[in-house]
């Protein structure tokens, strides 16, 4: 199973968007599923469902600063290269799902805060969201830069 497949079928189990990409990769960062879980957890929804940023392009954005990230004060050349990395990424992403903007790729018309309540896991919800993809996706190219900087 890739990383993309792994990903996409934790979002069927029950994780958010954040949490499916970065549990996939969880292995790689040295953490286990449950702390990579944790830790990316309110991402979802576009960050706490305010339908921002792509909660499974945050997940992106987690991993790639745990595995290429900077941790010095004032290290301006650690910054663009993780900045740099991320806007290789964000572009992919773009181009293959058309946005990075969690409400643009759902579909909805109001920019702010939605509901804190998620909704219920039902066949339903699964057939009108395009998220499982969207994951994959997010996952996918994930997997593919990390293969190639090998």
Same mark, same amino acid.
């Given at each position: 199973?890739?990383?993309?497949?792994?990903?996409?079928?934790?979002?069927? =189990?029950?994780?958010?968007?954040?949490?499916? !990409?970065?549990?996939?990769?969880?292995? /790689?960062? #040295?953490? &286990? +599923? *449950?702390?990579?879980?944790?830790?990316?957890?309110?991402?979802?929804?576009?960050?706490?469902?305010?339908? =921002?940023?792509?909660?499974?392009?945050?997940? !992106?954005?987690?991993?790639?600063?745990? /595995?290429? #990230?900077? &941790? +010095? *004060?004032?290290?301006?050349?650690?910054?663009?290269?993780?900045?740099?990395?991320?806007?290789?990424?964000a572009?992919?992403?773009?181009?293959?799902?058309?946005?990075l903007?969690?409400?643009?790729? /759902?579909?909805?018309?109001?920019?702010?805060?939605?509901?804190?309540?998620?909704?219920?896991?039902?066949?339903?919800?699964?057939?009108?969201r395009?998220?499982?993809?969207?994951?994959y996706?997010?996952?996918?190219?994930?997997?593919?830069?990390?293969?190639?900087?090998?």
């Open positions: 199973m890739t990383r993309a497949e792994k990903a996409k079928a934790l979002f069927f =189990e029950g994780y958010n968007c954040s949490q499916a !990409v970065a549990v996939a990769f969880a292995d /790689l960062m #040295g953490l &286990d +599923e *449950k702390t990579a879980a944790r830790f990316v957890s309110g991402f979802g929804g576009g960050m706490g469902r305010l339908r =921002e940023v792509c909660g499974s392009f945050s997940g !992106v954005v987690f991993v790639l600063s745990v /595995l290429y #990230g900077y &941790d +010095e *004060k004032g290290d301006n050349e650690g910054k663009k290269e993780l900045y740099a990395r991320i806007q290789i990424l572009k992919r992403f773009e181009e293959e799902n058309g946005s903007v969690c409400r643009e790729l /759902l579909g909805l018309k109001t920019k702010g805060a939605d509901s804190p309540i998620p909704e219920a896991r039902t066949p339903e919800y699964y057939k009108k395009p998220c499982p993809d969207i994951i996706s997010a996952a996918k190219i994930l997997e593919e830069y990390i293969k190639e900087g090998e």
